[in-house]
């Protein structure tokens, strides 16, 4: 198996991976939507809110900013997130050592005097330094002259499989890198599919088709529909494919994806171990 970044920045990574099975890539696109913890507000105590927003849209608003987790990746990954979820429905608590890795508080107090005010995500403050929203021009909420608001937030650690708040990509798509093949003795130059074609992958060079980038096509196949002459024809490498990830902000793009492989290997250790205990009961 071979990877290659196509892109990479703080936003998002693009791997090309080329032998690779099609099932491992798509259980990484999964786990990175589901399965890696991150933190995000829960908790919302409206202490004032003489907004015109109501407060449950206002808390709803809240929990989706996402929050900056990188720099407590050790912190975050040393705790259950099942520990947490259950901690917020169940009256058995944990350890207060658990707890306190767990969550951490934030406030936002806004008012507006004599014009209109813009609150934004960048006013929440938070206890921790490391653990803050990921951008601050977020807009929550807009207070009227005289309005005001004051809030306690409770961020705690979750995972997507819980509630979309705690998925730390936005987007996690795994797409075929097509083989687009022209059959030169079949062509006749009339540039239909080059016309159609949305992402301008093929143009005209000397005297023929050419394909300028192969990783832009979304095999839509609307050059194969466009050429009568049947000279174009496209075929699926299930071999090659690309895996790209969107950061929502919480974690870098590669800590998404290598966290992702993680987890995914330890719960495949576990199934196996499971399954060779399981052998060896059975030869007993």
Request: proline share 5%.
């Amino acid at each position: 198996m071979e990877l290659v970044i196509r892109e990479w920045n703080r936003e998002q990574i693009e791997l090309i991976a080329d032998g690779a099975p099609l099932p491992l890539l798509n259980a990484i696109r999964r786990y990175s939507l589901a399965k890696v913890p991150i933190y995000a507000i829960d908790e919302v105590m409206i202490i004032v809110n003489t907004s015109a927003m109501f407060d449950e849209i206002l808390a709803h608003r809240l929990g989706m900013v996402p929050l900056i987790s990188e720099e407590s990746l050790d912190r975050l990954m040393s705790i259950d997130p099942d520990i947490c979820a259950k901690c917020s429905e169940s009256t058995e608590k944990p350890s207060t050592e658990i707890c306190e890795k767990c969550y951490v508080h934030m406030i936002l107090e806004a008012e507006a005097d004599n014009s209109e005010v813009t609150v934004y995500s960048g006013n929440i403050k938070s206890e921790d330094p490391y653990i803050k929203p990921a951008y601050d021009n977020i807009p929550i909420v807009i207070l009227a002259p005289g309005q005001r608001i004051s809030l306690e937030l409770r961020a705690r650690v979750g995972r997507g499989l819980e509630h979309a708040k705690w998925s730390p990509s936005n987007v996690a798509i795994v797409r075929h890198i097509p083989n687009i093949s022209i059959d030169k003795s079949l062509c006749n130059l009339c540039g239909k599919c080059i016309d159609v074609c949305p992402k301008k992958v093929l143009s005209m060079g000397n005297k023929e088709v050419v394909v300028n980038n192969i990783y832009e096509c979304t095999i839509c196949r609307q050059c194969v529909y466009s050429c009568s002459l049947k000279a174009i024809n496209i075929l699926i490498d299930e071999n090659r494919n690309i895996l790209r990830i969107e950061s929502s902000g919480s974690l870098k793009p590669e800590t998404i994806v290598r966290i992702s492989a993680e987890i995914l290997l330890n719960e495949l250790n576990t199934i196996s171990k499971f399954v060779e205990q399981w052998k060896i009961g059975v030869d007993k």
